[in-house]
């Protein structure tokens, strides 16, 4: 067709029009190609602005929405409280509630054996009821965040601490209840994270939470039944079931511009070998003490003299449970009566912390090592439509400009 048109135009100003057409055809060209090359660019710089399986979510400040109680199980009358009774008895026991957000705010009530809302029309979803040594085994996998004030280093994440009154025993008529008390719960924090035994700075100026950060370390373990199972702390986590039934709901509180999930890779163990992918690094990278303490906690063999004595009391009480479910059980019923009188009556719990409170720096060293080496691997695609998006933490952490690049 431009042909048939220069013929039919002697003049010569279709050479001008296909002059003036060719020059803007090129100019096209040009800019797309330039679009391209930046496009590209940008791309090949997008490590500099994005931490790689690091993600975030939300805009406020993170908050832990918890209450603790001192609870006298020798005040229990139900059946199904009988070794708790015999163990315990009037000793100390601090058990500690997370709620999620919605759960938390909401007013509820007993009925029928079932926490419900007290108002009508009103829902809430997200508990997870916890001894104090389960509590810190799973704090283990949460770094709080801090930044200083006035020279002192003061918490980023914040207690948010419900009221709640907790029936142990809603199977029975008038059964016994706790009552929650905000100092006990803010002891059970400073356990886990000692940068809580500072004062707390409910506001403060933006600025002060420029590098402050809460983080929370998530691995994936290898699984033989399909299961998808996580790791926080030394707690074990089964997704979906543990999002849909409200066990990790404490999580919700967490959705912040300041928090991280951050993905360290994939566990691996090997009981047959006494060990796994933590005793190996930390055997490896000369945290010996932590490596055995870990390799006892992950494959114990031996009861103490007063794990035995609480055996035998246990299987006074029920002898139809098999012998070595109670002996789990006694293992850390031990480690709850010692953890529990610490918070009470002060004094070092340290022989009886987790192994990843106990040994701090060895933790540390573990998880900077999985950042660096993860970096290139993403996570599993389950991680992230079963965990992260239900909770809104399936946003990018942008870093901006960084020094070491």
Not at 182 to 197: E, F, G, I, T
Not at 199 to 220: C, H
Not at 236 to 241: G, K, M, R, S
Not at 375 to 389: A, D, K, R, T, Y
Request: net charge negative.
């Amino acid at each position: 067709m431009r042909a048939a048109t220069r013929q039919e135009n002697p003049t010569g100003s279709e050479g001008v029009y296909e002059s003036f057409s060719d020059m803007v055809l090129c100019t096209v060209i040009v800019l797309i190609t330039l679009v391209v090359v930046l496009a590209l660019n940008v791309v090949e710089q997008l490590n500099v602005y994005i931490e790689p399986n690091h993600f975030s979510g939300g805009a406020s400040r993170p908050w832990l929405y918890l209450q603790a109680q001192n609870a006298d199980y020798s005040k229990t009358t139900s059946d199904r409280l009988a070794v708790d009774r015999a163990i315990f008895g009037k000793d100390d026991f601090i058990l500690v509630n997370l709620f999620s957000p919605s759960s938390a705010l909401s007013a509820t009530l007993v009925k029928d054996g079932q926490t419900v809302s007290a108002k009508a029309g009103q829902t809430f979803h997200g508990q997870s009821d916890l001894t104090a040594y389960s509590f810190l085994q799973l704090a283990a996998g949460i770094e709080p965040g801090s930044f200083p004030v006035d020279g002192n280093q003061t918490a980023l994440m914040l207690p948010k601490f419900s009221h709640k009154s907790i029936v142990l025993e809603p199977d029975v008529a008038n059964g016994y209840s706790t009552t929650p008390e905000n100092s006990l719960a803010l002891k059970v924090m400073a356990l886990a994270w000692p940068v809580y035994d500072n004062a707390l700075y409910p506001r403060r100026a933006q600025s002060d939470y420029l590098n402050a950060r809460t983080k929370i370390y998530v691995e994936v373990l290898e699984s033989n039944d399909g299961a998808h199972r996580i790791m926080i702390g030394h707690s074990v986590f089964t997704l979906p079931q543990d999002i849909e039934n409200g066990r990790l709901g404490w999580m919700a509180g967490f959705s912040s511009g300041l928090t991280e999930l951050v993905y360290l890779g994939q566990a691996w163990s090997d009981p047959a070998a006494k060990t796994n992918k933590r005793i190996a690094f930390f055997e490896q990278n000369g945290f010996s003490e932590a490596a055995a303490d870990y390799r006892t906690f992950s494959y114990p063999v031996k009861l103490t003299e007063e794990q035995v004595w609480m055996l035998r009391k246990a299987l006074a009480t029920r002898p139809d449970i098999p012998e070595e479910q109670l002996a789990r059980y006694v293992r850390s019923a031990d480690a709850q009566k010692a953890i529990s009188s610490t918070i009470v009556n002060g004094g070092s719990a340290k022989g009886f912390l987790p192994p990843l409170l106990a040994h701090r720096d060895a933790w540390k060293a573990y998880t900077d090592h999985c950042i660096q080496n993860e970096n290139g691997n993403n996570p599993p695609q389950w991680l992230v439509s079963e965990l992260l998006e239900p909770l809104g933490f399936d946003q990018a952490v942008i870093r901006g400009l960084r020094e070491d690049f």
